[in-house]
Each structure stands twice: as structure tokens, then as C-alpha cells.
């Protein structure tokens, strides 16, 4: 594995501020909505941004886990819950004429039912619009009633990160989550509504090895998984976990041709993938635009 302080020529980016951009931004600020684009320190905001997208962060911005990876704030109890939200998407949805959108949350442990059904009321709102909607939930500790009520909710896509390998779990994520866990909330949404997309996404770069990851892909689809990303840790601050390595572009487009062989419906993986890089984008093109009936969920 190679090991590199400094970050490599094809991890450099082009910044472009366009009016879009500060569209977005200004109507986030308006509306009181929070991204986790801003949250995390994600490297597509400008590319994202001026395409008039934002994956959209619910239950506030404070989360209840303590992740050794994620810059989002930590507290052992988040914040009120802003009632006015699903109201305040639905109008940012308008506003930017969208027809795909992706809303994540933190963890809200804190709360009886982890804020599963202020989620689904937030997705409920947004299909009132007739559009697409990904959410990325938590994994609710496990809690089965809370994940019926963000199906029940009608997402066309669920995803729920496994976020990096077996072995690194403990390393990297919060005590209380865990790998198989994570696999059991993806399989239970198939089990519960097959008709629901299912997604998740591996982060690279934090001490996995070849064997490690190819597991992990062949774990999501043994579960039923329908989509998946790789893409490069970035350390956000000084406060998480290190960079072991930076992964080659020529090895993510290894991973990419690897995750199609085992059946992934789409696969994105590069140093800048995310979660919900391009989601809409890709969802249009390899669920679309070969199916010929789409039913939502």
C-alpha cells in the first residue's frame, strides 16, 4: 500500500463560483435549510452546486454519533426539530425546478424514534411533486419500525452507507453502528418493499486492502444492494481519522469494472465519488432509461 502525506496531481481541483452556485447558496440561507455538502466538507460542491443540486440535511446539524471520518457536529442531544422543513424543501425543490433529489439526516439517537418520521414526512412533501427522491438513512441502531416508516414514506431510493471494510469498522465509525447491521437494514428494505432501489458506498484510502473491498461489494450484493460508489477519504480536519493512502484513478475504474461483473445496477467509483455524486444523473440513465415501465415506490 502506498503511503503519501501530500495529495497527488489528480486530487487537485478547479474552483468556478458560477451564478448557480450562488443561487443555491443563497436560497440554503433563506430558507434556513442545511446541506451536506457544507457539513461534510464535500469536494463536488462547486460542480454540484452550479448543476443546481444539494443533497439536503434533515433533523438539524448536529449528530449523535461520533464517527472518527465525519466533520458534522457531535453532541450527545441534537436540536429541536424545525416542524417547517418539509415545507422549506418542497419549496427549494420548486424554486430550482429539480426532478431527482437526495435528503440525508445525522444520527438523532436522541430522540424516541430517531426522527424516522420527520424523515418520512420531509419525503412525503417532496413526492407530493412528483419527483424522484434517494434518501440516505441512518442505520436507526437496527430498529426495524423505524425503517417500515421511511419505506412507508414512498422513496424510490434508499441508501445506507457501510461507509469502509469489515476490519476498519471499529476504526473508523461510531461504536453503535456496525458492518452487519448496516448489511440488515439494506437487505430489510428488499424484504419489505422490493420494489425500492437500494444503494450504498464505500470510502477508500483508510487502510483497506484489495481482498477487503472486494468483499465488501460481494457482501452489498449478497444482500440485495442495487447501487454503490467508491471514492477517496478526504480528511476534513485535523479531528478525524488519517489518510492511509491515495487511491489511483486506474484502481477505482478497477473497482468500477468489478462492481459491474457482480451485478451492481450502476456503479460509480473515482477519487471524487460520493454518495449522491451525480445520483439523479446516473439513476436516469441506467434505471430510466432502460427500463421501460418505472413504477415508484
Known sequence: ????????????????????????????????????CEEAH???????????????????DTCTRGCRFCHVKKMIKGKPIDEKEPEKLALAVKKWKLDYIVITSVDRDDLPDQGAQHFANCIKKLKEQDILVEVLI?????????LKTIIAA??????????????????VRDPRAGYAQSLAIL???KKINPRIYTKSSI?????????????????LRANGVDFITLGQYLRPSQKQVEVQEYVKPEIFKQYEQLANKLGFK??????????SYRAGELFIKNILKKEEIYVPA
Open 1 to 36: 500500500m502506498v503511503m503519501s502525506k501530500n495529495k497527488p496531481e489528480w486530487l487537485r481541483m478547479n474552483l468556478t463560483l458560477t451564478d448557480e452556485f450562488k443561487d443555491v447558496k443563497k436560497t440554503l440561507k433563506e430558507l434556513g435549510l442545511v446541506t451536506v
Open 42 to 60: 464535500c469536494p463536488n460542491i462547486p460542480e454540484c452546486w452550479s448543476g443546481g443540486t444539494a443533497t439536503f440535511m434533515v433533523l438539524g
Open 138 to 146: 441512518p442505520d436507526f441502531r437496527g430498529n426495524i419500525d423505524c
Open 154 to 171: 414512498g422513496p424510490d431510493v434508499i441508501a445506507h452507507n457501510i461507509e469502509t471494510t469489515e476490519r476498519l469498522q471499529k476504526k
Open 187 to 189: 437487505a430489510a428494505v
Open 203 to 219: 470510502m477508500l484510502g483508510l487502510g483497506e486492502i484489495k481482498e477487503d473491498v472486494e468483499q465488501a461489494m460481494q457482501d
Open 266 to 275: 450502476y456503479a460509480a467509483a473515482g477519487p471524487f465519488v460520493r454518495s
